[in-house]
């Protein structure tokens, strides 16, 4: 599946109607200090093969960072 | 996602983390002066009476350059998009104050600019009423 971008709405409704997955790539120190609420974290330094095998492929996966960048 | 951890954040939508912060929103932000693109020198200049920088905006709002008064040519028609500087640093209002001051500090900036994640211009921090605020009142939030 290709990537899409999408804005916060769309991410609400896919959060909220189809159990979709929130990933966070910024650093993780970033990352516990503040998240948006449920989101997982993959820094992308470490956004590999394997770091991502145990994400639920069947839901959408929602990847953010601090902004539009 | 467009927008980011930034924008979600500004909606006042659900965040979880170890902050809370002291965020550069609140007593420590405060007005800039302010033109369209459409301003002249003569305009700026008159601005810069009363504030130490005037932000160039958009019909949006949208921050395009800065003046400071050593920007400023000699003739006052000349056109403010002839002599700002253009995409000045910014930051955004839920950004924590005490890394920004430490930021500021070690780059030696006086002061910033603050948006909202789509660039609208909401204000200006002073550097030194950011460090005030935080000697101050070194536990409460901005």
Redesign the interface.
Known sequence: MMPT????DE??RLLQEEGAVLI?V?PREE?????????DSIPLKKLTADAVRAIDRDRPV???????L | ?????????E?G???????P?RYVAGQVLKPVAACGLDATAGDVREMLRSSPVCVVVNDHGVVQGRVRPKDLPAEDDTSVSDFMQLGPATV?RRE?LSGLVQRMQNKGVRTILVTT?KGELLGMIDRSDAERFLAEAPTRDA
């Not at chain 1, 929602?62 to 539009?68: A, K, P, Q, T």
């Not at chain 2, 996602?1 to 954040?9: L, N």
């Not at chain 2, 939508?13 to 902050?19: A, D, K, R, V």
């Open positions: 971008d999408i804005g916060v991410a609400q966070e910024l990352y516990e200090e503040e998240h948006i609420a449920g989101a929602i990847v953010y960072c601090d902004d539009d | 996602m467009v927008g980011g951890k930034s924008e979600w954040r909606l939508l659900p965040m979880e983390g170890t902050g912060f955004q924590e994640p």
